[in-house]
Structure formats: C-alpha cells, structure tokens
C-alpha cells in the first residue's frame, strides 16, 4: 500500500515560524492584530496572510537576506527525508506559510527537490500579494492543508501527519497515524486524538522503522 508523508513547515520543520519573524521585521502596520483575529477564529488563515503581507513592501531579496541566522531547523530532518527516500514513503510539505521561503530554506539545506506546497506570492511596491491555490488548481482562502490531505486519500494513500499547530488539527483528523508536537499535541490529548508525541525528526524516524513493515493496526486506524 502507498504511503504519504504530510509534513507542515513553520515550528514543525523550523523551530520558529519563518512569517512571524518577517512580519515583524518588515509589515508597516499591525499585523499581530490581525493574527488575534485569526486565533479567535474572526477571519481565516487565507485571509489572515494575505492582508498581513500586503502590509510588507520589501522585495524578495530583502526578505530572504534578514532571515539568514535567525531561524533553526528541527534536528532529525535530513534523517526523516532519507528515510522517506529509502522506504519509498512519498514526503510532500503542506503549509500555510509562503512558498518563497520554504523553498529557500530547502535550497540552503540541500534539498530543492522535495515537494512543496503552500501559498503563492509576489512583490510589489505598495504591499505583497499572497494567495493560496487547492490541488484542484483553483484558489482557496480557507482550509488548503485539508484539500491537501483529502487529495492524497483520494489517491489511495495512507497519510502519516507531522505537525505542531492549530492548524494542523483539521488535517491531523484525516490522516492514518499523527505525529505531534506543540499547539497540535496539546489539542491531540486534550480531545483523545490518536498521536505519537515527538521533538525531533529522530523520533519519528524511529517510530516508523519501528512500524515497517506497517502494521495492519495503522493501515485500519482510519
């Protein structure tokens, strides 16, 4: 049976959340409002991104230079991605973060190939332009790690999921076997969601050679 990797980006493979630190250095406005906002559920996070990044009007170039240095990548995430590789489990990034950086951070580490999704952008004087497109390639303000998911299952995979935040919850429900850490372990205990707790990659890794050849238990568990 085909098995799929969905792994978030931001505080799950980086430790900090790559957009709050660029907000912070470069929206001209309050963007920590809007994300209050979001954290109370008033707006999504689609529309949450597109209006804080309209508030930063640097360009790419200025973005990527003042992260360099400020950010640490989760121990164990070359480890997962051979071991993904080797055992012919499909790895594919899902996040709600922009796909500039993401795709820069993989470069840095060596690893442009792997399969990325996640919003798109552009640069413009008067405020960036962020938007997200489903796997159907239409645009979506709301729920895309979820298309995602329900796209893979569609395709007949069995989804292991890798996440840390609120919202990795909603996907989390879709997925066969969760591997948890932060807001989305604190979730997944509080409401007897099936997880397995991690805090580096290294311990993923050695809950899935641990299950290979996968169990049946995690072939049925959704």
């Known amino acids: 049976m085909k098995t799929l990797v969905q792994c978030d980006f931001d505080g799950t ?9 660029l907000l912070d250095a470069f929206a001209q406005g309050d963007w920590r409002r809007l994300l209050t906002d979001y954290r109370e559920r008033k707006i ?3 529309e949450f991104n597109t209006r804080a990044f ?14 360099q240095g400020r950010f640490k990548v989760r121990a164990g995430f070359h480890e997962l ?3 993904c590789l080797e055992n012919d489990l499909r790895l ?9 950086y993401i795709r820069a951070v993989l470069k840095d580490l060596g690893l442009r190939e792997l399969e990325v999704h996640a919003a798109q952008s552009s640069f413009h004087p008067e405020g960036m332009k ?3 497109v489903g796997p159907n390639g239409k645009g979506l303000d709301d729920g895309f790690k979820e298309a995602y998911v329900e796209s893979f299952l569609k395709l007949g995979y069995k989804v292991v999921y890798i996440g840390n935040g609120d919202s990795d919850v909603a996907p989390a429900k ?3 076997y969760v591997f948890a850490t932060g807001d989305l372990l604190a979730y997944c205990r ?3 969601l099936e997880y397995k707790p991690f805090k580096t990659f290294l311990d993923v890794v050695s809950e899935l050679n641990s299950m290979q050849p996968y169990s049946s238990n995690f072939y049925n568990s959704r």
């Open 81 to 83: 991605v051979d071991y």
């Open 190 to 192: 509080e409401n007897n």
């Open 44 to 46: 999504s996070v689609g």
């Open 92 to 100: 594919v990034i899902v996040s709600n973060g922009l796909e500039f």
């Open 13 to 21: 493979i980086t430790e900090e959340d790559i957009s709050f630190l």
């Open 54 to 67: 309209a508030l930063v009007k640097a360009d790419e170039h200025r973005l990527l230079e003042a992260l």
């Open 130 to 132: 962020v938007r997200y």
């Open 174 to 176: 879709y997925a066969h």
